[in-house]
């Protein structure tokens, strides 16, 4: 979802954009395609050496946290190891990094976390990033980490948070709203304009960059349904400790962003403001775009 999203702004602002993809070709008008699997030894240093970007933004992971739990050495590889050889990779060419990180580096017992507060990931996906993050300011200590969460729409065919909700929403089907599990998500069309914004500024260190509300799971489904014109009553209430999920999640994720606040002078966009322009992208030709991304990489 981010990389493609970020490949269409990026162009869309002017910036000459290589996009790395591991099995196929990138399809988008202005982009350049480069096939690299960036978790292979070596692999990284050969795309950075033959592109020499100036920023490189590394949004490869595996962010199924159910999936992480079962398979923590391949957790571990793509979103710590993978990491690492990225960041030694930009280094070497004098590429600026922005390292994207997540919100699960926190335990979530008590939420509004800033830069400040000591990470205490619970689950194996939360452990992997957080060994992410650490890998990469040691290989560049100049690197930038957003720790985020997002929401909006996938190039590829599999749902984020949102799509799920719309996709049963629309066919009229219940579906749980976890109350008990609280973040902090920002359009990730809103999370691209900043990321960039950052880059040209010259970030470096950890920021948190969320959108500026903190809600339940629950409320989020509700806000989404009602801004597309949905029934909010098929949102139903729901508890994420009943939910036998395999990956322990933590209950208050909110992230506060005043260190970029302060930055930028401005405050970040809210939910509302999000889920509107998240509902005119999908009347629009941007979505043609998209899921032209997505059928070059199934192609």
Same mark, same amino acid.
């Given at each position: ?5 970020l ?5 869309d602002e ?6 790395s ?17 960036l +978790?292979?030894?070596?692999?990284a240093?050969r795309?950075?050496?033959t *592109? ?23 957790a571990f590889?793509?979103?710590a190891?993978?990491a ?8 070497r060419v004098?590429?600026r990094?922005l390292q994207i990180?997540?919100?699960?580096? *926190? ?7 800033t830069?400040?507060?000591k =990470?205490?990931p ?7 990033k957080?060994a992410?993050e ?5 290989a560049?200590?100049?690197?930038l980490?957003?720790r985020?969460?997002f929401f909006?729409?996938?190039?590829q065919?599999k749902?984020?948070?949102?799509e799920?909700f719309?996709?049963?929403?629309k066919e ?12 902090? =998500? ?5 999370l691209?304009?900043?990321?960039l914004?950052?880059l040209e ?5 950890v920021?948190?960059?969320?959108g500026?509300?903190?809600? +339940? ?21 729901a +508890?994420?400790?009943?939910a036998n999920?395999?990956? =322990?999640?933590?209950e208050q994720?909110c992230?506060?962003?005043?260190r970029?606040?302060?930055? *930028?002078?401005?405050e970040?966009?809210?939910l ?5 322009? *998240?509902?005119n992208?999908?009347? +629009? ?6 899921r032209?991304v ?5 192609s």
């Amino acid at each position: 979802m981010l990389g493609a999203n970020l490949v269409l702004h990026a162009a869309d602002e002017g910036h000459r954009v290589i996009a790395s993809s591991r099995l196929q070709p990138i399809a988008a008008e202005g982009v350049e395609s480069a096939l690299a699997d960036l +978790s292979l030894p070596g692999e990284a240093r050969r795309m950075l050496q033959t *592109f020499r970007p100036e920023w490189v933004v590394h949004c490869a992971a595996l962010t199924d946290l159910d999936r992480c739990e079962g398979e923590p050495e391949l957790a571990f590889k793509l979103n710590a190891e993978m990491a690492e050889m990225v960041a030694h990779a930009s280094r070497r060419v004098g590429a600026r990094l922005l390292q994207i990180s997540t919100d699960a580096v *926190f335990d979530g017992h008590r939420g509004a976390y800033t830069e400040a507060d000591k =990470p205490a990931p619970r689950n194996v996906y939360g452990k992997a990033k957080l060994a992410g993050e650490q890998a990469v300011i040691q290989a560049d200590p100049s690197a930038l980490i957003v720790r985020t969460n997002f929401f909006g729409w996938n190039a590829q065919a599999k749902h984020g948070l949102a799509e799920w909700f719309l996709s049963e929403l629309k066919e009229k089907h219940e579906c749980p709203g976890f109350t008990d599990a609280w973040f902090s =998500p920002i359009l990730v069309n809103d999370l691209c304009s900043l990321m960039l914004r950052m880059l040209e500024a010259g970030f470096s260190g950890v920021y948190h960059v969320p959108g500026a509300d903190c809600v +339940s799971k629950y409320e989020f489904g509700v806000r989404l349904a009602r801004e597309f014109g949905l029934d909010p009553t098929l949102v139903m209430q729901a +508890s994420v400790k009943g939910a036998n999920l395999a990956a =322990p999640r933590g209950e208050q994720l909110c992230l506060r962003a005043e260190r970029l606040i302060g930055a *930028f002078g401005e405050e970040l966009p809210g939910l509302a403001r999000g889920l509107t322009k *998240f509902k005119n992208l999908w009347d +629009s030709e941007y979505m043609e775009r998209l899921r032209a991304v997505a059928r070059s990489q199934s192609s």
